[in-house]
């Protein structure tokens, strides 16, 4: 499986800002999604990260508020715009390498509280 | 719609006990099954299901897929304190998303 890092791993950020949370691999991967995690929830998928191309959000995601970059088949990010307490979860990249297999890797996670 | 629904929500029991974790699912476009321990922040992969009655297991810990019956369990012999976690069940579609369900919170009473 691979192996994968994100930063920062938590941050306390004031209402209104925003913050950008990187996800890196250590090998090439097909698919890369963005999910949020909030307090006693199950996951909830925001997007799937498309290499070189806009991604493609779930409903009731917007890009204007969780814009994501892909750059390259080892790297996204997924920034939370003008932030509110409602924001404040766990932010969790995943990968698949697609093709047969349906499984997938998660990040270690960025735990985000918003004041 | 899509679902995935677990069962019991939460469960707590002695060290030593043996635990069945249930998961049903209705998904138009099946393609796996997955079980996930989750910890602290982020999920660990456990097993992934695809073809019906065929066991999976690793220490432990066995899975198993009906897909007749639409449901996966998870069994955990002679469970330990490092047990305690929520067990997550997620079901892969044709897309490769996964649909999640809202976890089992296991609890291990030393």
Known sequence: ???????????????GTSL??????????????????????????????NQGSEATYESGFVIDKFPISRPNLTFST????????????????????GTSSYEQYFGPGTRLTVT | ED????????????????????????????????????EKKAPTFLFMLTSSGIEKKSGRLSSILDKKELFSILNI????????????????????QLIWGAGTKLIIKP
């Not at chain 1, 994968?4 to 004031?14: A, G, L, W």
């Not at chain 2, 304190?81 to 579609?93: E, F, H, K, R």
């Open chain 1, 20 to 49: 950008t949370i990187q996800c890196q691999v250590d090998s090439q991967v097909t698919m890369m999604f963005w999910y949020r995690q909030q307090p006693g929830q199950s996951l909830t998928l925001i997007a799937t990260a």
């Open chain 2, 77 to 96: 012999t002679a469970t330990q304190t490092g047990d305690s976690a929520i067990y997550l069940c997620a079901v892969a579609d044709s897309n490769y």
């Open chain 2, 3 to 38: 679902k995935v629904v677990q069962s019991p929500l939460s469960l707590v029991v002695h060290e030593g006990d043996t635990v069945t974790l249930n998961c049903s699912y209705e998904v138009t476009n099946f393609r796996s099954l997955l079980w996930y321990k989750q």
């Open chain 1, 1 to 15: 499986s691979a192996v994968i890092s994100q930063k920062p791993s938590r941050d306390i950020c004031q209402r």
């Open chain 1, 78 to 97: 997924l920034t939370v715009s003008n932030m509110s307490p409602e924001d404040s979860s766990i932010y969790l990249c995943s990968v698949a390498t």
